[in-house]
């Protein structure tokens, strides 16, 4: 799942194929297909999170206590699937 962060507002949002933006309006991005993402801001950072990691972490919810943790990432700057559109 990708996903990206605004250091501006501090929103963290998911994509769709339509053009979603943060709060503050300087972070946007879309897919293109079901693999490939585009994105644009220069306070944006591109992130994942790993599907089978937080589908394990859903049924591993615990009803108290500790959280149950699942693995998100920092997406490298180049990165072919998730391509920055700006500068
Ligand atoms: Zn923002």
Known sequence: MKLLL???CGDLF??????KKCSCGKVEGKY???IN???KGGVAVPM?????SLLEAIRNQPEKGMGE??????IPKK???F???DQ
Do not use: H, M, R
Request: charged share 15%; with cysteine.
């Open 37 to 39: 993402a585009v994105y």
């Open 32 to 34: 293109i297909d079901n």
């Open 48 to 52: 994942g999170i790993s599907n089978p």
């Open 6 to 8: 605004c250091l501006e």
């Open 14 to 19: 998911n994509l769709d194929y339509s053009i």
């Open 79 to 81: 990165c072919p699937t």
């Open 69 to 74: 943790e699942f693995t998100a990432f920092t």
């Open 83 to 85: 391509i920055k559109q």
